[in-house]
C-alpha cells in the first residue's frame, strides 16, 4: 500500500496495513458437504506453515462496497473486496461475500486508473464502472483504518474504474456456486440501492455513510470518461451461456 500515500505518512501506512476491519460479517452461505477431519485439519495447517503464499500475502487492501447485476439494479449484494496493488494504475482484488473464517469467493475485480481506462478499446470500455459516486456517496469504505489514511486512499480510487465478475452469485445460491461467471456494476447516483443494504452494512461496521460524505465533500469528483458505466446508456453488456455448434460444451460468452 506504499503507493496510495504521499511521502511522511509512513505511521498511516503502517496502520493501513495493521486494520483489520475486524471478523464481524458472516457468508450467508451454507455449503453442503462433510465436517473436516482430522487428517484434513492436519494436512491445512502443515500446508499453511511449509507452502509458500507471496500473492496472498500482498492482498494488503481491504474494501467493503455493493454491486448489482449488469442489467438489473434491484439485484443488489454488499461485497468485501482484498486487494494488491499491482503498480500505480492497476489493482486486483478477490471479492468475498463476507470476512469471517466462512466467507466464500464470489469473484473477482480489477481496478484501473483514468489514464489506463482511457486506453482501453471502446466495446471494452462498457465493461467498466466508475468509482465516483461510490467515493463521494460515502458508499466504499476501508475498514480497520483511520479517517485521515481512508481519506487519502479514497483520494486515490475516486477516479479509477473497476471491471468486475461474480463467479458465485450468493444472494441467489445459498449452497454451492452454480450458473456462470456473471458482469457486476457499481452504484452512480442517489436512490439506487437499497438503504437497508446500507444501513445494515453501517451497523455492523460501526461506520456512517452519510458522515462519510460529509468528510469526503473536499475529495474533488473527476468527470467520468466516455463508455464508462454503459448499462446508463442502455448498452448493457451481459455474459450468456452459447450451446457453440459441434463442440457439445456450454460456454460463457458476451451477450452483445
Known amino acids: 500500500m506504499r503507493h496510495v500515500f504521499r511521502c511522511g505518512q509512513g505511521l498511516a501506512v503502517l496502520l493501513m496495513l495493521l486494520g483489520c476491519g475486524g471478523s464481524n460479517t458472516s457468508s450467508n452461505v451454507q455449503s453442503p458437504g462433510g465436517e473436516k477431519t482430522g487428517k484434513s485439519k492436519t494436512l491445512e495447517v502443515g500446508a499453511d506453515v511449509l ?5 496472498l500475502k500482498k492482498l494488503n ?28 494504475d492497476l489493482t486486483q482484488c478477490i471479492i468475498y461475500d463476507g ?11 480489477y481496478i484501473v ?6 486506453t482501453l478499446p471502446a ?19 476501508a475498514p480497520g483504518i483511520p479517517d485521515l489514511a481512508e481519506h487519502e486512499l479514497m483520494e486515490k480510487l475516486v477516479s479509477t474504474y473497476g471491471k468486475t465478475f461474480h463467479t458465485w452469485h450468493t444472494d441467489q445460491d445459498l ?9 457486476m456494476m ?29 468528510n469526503r465533500a473536499d475529495i474533488p469528483a473527476p468527470a467520468i470518461q466516455p463508455g464508462a458505466n ?27
Open 51 to 55: 507452502q509458500d503464499k507471496t500473492p
Open 61 to 88: 487492501m481491504y474494501l467493503d462496497g455493493f454491486h448489482f447485476y449488469n442489467g438489473d439494479t434491484k439485484a443488489q449484494m454488499e461485497a468485501h473486496h482484498y486487494c494488491s496493488r499491482i503498480n500505480e
Open 99 to 109: 470476512n469471517g473464517e466462512d466467507a466464500k469467493i464470489m469473484g473477482i475485480e
Open 113 to 118: 486508473s483514468e489514464k489506463l481506462f482511457k
Open 123 to 141: 466495446e471494452e470500455k462498457k465493461l467498466w464502472h466508475s468509482h465516483v459516486y461510490e467515493v463521494k456517496s460515502g458508499e466504499l469504505i
Open 175 to 183: 449452497t454451492l456456486p452454480l450458473g456462470h461467471p456473471l458482469i
Open 186 to 214: 457499481g452504484f452512480t447516483k442517489d436512490g439506487m440501492i437499497n438503504p437497508a443494504l446500507v444501513a445494515d452494512r453501517d451497523k455492523r461496521f460501526k461506520v456512517s455513510t452519510e458522515e462519510n460524505k460529509k
Open 230 to 256: 454503459a448499462w446508463q446508456q442502455g448498452e448493457i453488456r451481459q455474459l450468456k451461456l452459447d450451446n457453440t455448434a459441434g463442440s457439445g460444451h456450454n460456454h460463457a460468452s458476451p451477450n452483445r
